[in-house]
């Protein structure tokens, strides 16, 4: 039962451009969402959060939406740099739950 | 550095056998959660323990059982190892359970042969 879903598995971008990488999900009661980013050989990172009342979050070059009704977020990375190259994960949590669900990751390479 | 360490980082052990894995989570979180991440595959949540106390199951298989001590340190016991339970294996902390951002661990990585 795949409660996040991240629809493409890669994501290739020019240095200097946006990144958008998606993510949506099924359960109604999350409340909560997240992104990490994972690089090789490392455990996920912390990168950006965003509570179910907000809509948009934004943190430097990071920014999350979110959209409830359609079920779906994405994060944005302005302008995409080399470093960024990574694979991220979204995750979903419910207030009332003590797991945390997570999607299958989107591999996000930044060509200089 | 996430300040959470997990022992070893590598594992080869045959079908069959029984490893545990360690988990130490940054200083002052209580919450511990434990992930399996299969090759190509997301974190799948197996269990999540908070002060000492088991909070939630994920896919977790009988063969697996995990606790949290005093010291809130954790440990994963996996058990009758099959094939398929080569994996790399993350420990996350937090401060508090609940809906709180997670500090994962290196992770471990195991290979049944």
């Known amino acids: 039962d795949q409660q996040v879903k991240q629809n493409s598995p890669s994501l290739s971008v020019q240095e200097g451009r946006i990144s958008i990488l998606n993510c949506d999900y099924t359960?109604?009661?999350?409340?909560?969402f997240l992104w990490y980013k994972k690089y090789p050989a490392e455990g996920p990172t912390f990168l950006i959060s965003i509570s179910s009342i907000k809509d948009k979050n934004e943190d430097g070059r990071f920014t999350v939406f979110l959209n409830k009704s359609a079920k779906h977020l994405s994060l944005h990375i302005v302008p995409s740099q080399p470093g960024d190259s990574a694979v991220y994960f979204c995750a979903a949590s419910a207030n009332n739950n003590n797991d945390m669900r997570f999607g299958a990751g989107t591999r996000l390479t930044v060509k200089p | 550095d996430s300040g959470v360490t997990q022992t070893p980082k590598h594992l080869i052990t045959a079908t069959g056998q029984r490893v545990t894995l360690r988990c130490s989570p940054r200083s002052g979180d209580l919450s511990v959660y434990w992930y399996q991440q299969s090759l190509d595959q997301g974190l799948q949540f197996l269990i999540h323990?908070?002060?000492?106390?088991?909070?939630a199951k994920g896919n977790i298989l009988e063969r697996f059982s995990a606790q949290q001590f005093p010291d809130l340190h954790s440990e994963l016991n996996l058990s009758s190892l099959e094939l398929g339970d080569s994996a790399l294996y993350f420990c996350?902390?937090?401060?508090?359970?609940?809906?709180?951002?997670?500090?994962f661990g290196p992770g471990t990585r195991l290979t049944v042969t």
């Open positions: 323990y908070y002060n000492g106390e088991e909070r």
């Open positions: 996350a902390s937090s401060r508090r359970s609940g809906t709180y951002e997670q500090y």
């Open positions: 359960n109604s009661m999350f409340d909560y």
